[in-house]
């Protein structure tokens, strides 16, 4: 049988064996091009266009290499014939499996972050959860989430019998699904564009009443209320703004 070189058509004579020892992939001597012999094989001569290996007193007669023996030149004959580069398609295919791995991973994250709260019902990953580090938890167990307060209702009046002072009253509950610790409140008084004109933090301890337990926080879908009296700072706060911290 014979096979042709598709650059230069240089015809050789090929056995099983030759195509066996190089996994049919084997490089022409006279022009340097690597080819897939199976792609060009013939049981007769291949065609009028075909010839035979140049030959000389000076030149040596080429014989077909092996695949292991012409990696490096068949790389780069690909390259320069146009034909495709298996370093960078190896490339490619970590690079889009690393993009893939990096997918279900930020996939995986979101889906633990939207359904956190019935996530934290489960012993165990309520406990992994915790010794990350990932949430922020006092050492009696409650749960720190500011983000879980939400305030529903709020007022702001002056004092009915005392001057220079604001009454401001507000309720909020606790949406998580287990005790909380009570929240540190900022109360920012505002002006008509909307600037802070005075600004206050409390602490537990300053707006709940006097000998309320601090160390069971709050539990889940318990609504608070608050009143608090403030100093007026004028006719310039003419609004207010509630974080939960």
Sequence with gaps: MFT??????????LSAAIIAHARGLVQCGQCGRTFSALSFLFDEW?????????????????????????????????????????????????????????????????????????????????AWIKQSGWLQVEEQGLLKDPQQMQLVSRDMHTHPTRSGILVLSLTFVNLAVRNQVFPELEITLMDATNQPVAQRRLQPEEYLRPGADTQTGLAADVYLPVLLELGDPGEKAVGFEIRFL
């Design 4 to 13: 042709c070189c598709p650059q230069c058509k240089t015809a050789y004579p």
């Design 46 to 126: 291949p065609s009028d266009e075909a010839h035979r290996p140049a030959t000389g007193p000076d030149i040596a007669l080429p014989v077909l290499r092996s695949a292991g023996e012409a990696d490096t030149d068949a790389d780069n004959t690909s390259a320069q014939n146009g034909e495709p580069d298996l370093a960078g398609v190896k490339s490619a295919r970590l690079a889009w499996g690393l993009a893939t791995a990096l997918l279900v991973l930020l996939t995986i994250a979101n889906t633990g972050w939207t359904f956190r709260e019935p996530l934290l019902h489960n012993p165990r990953i309520s």
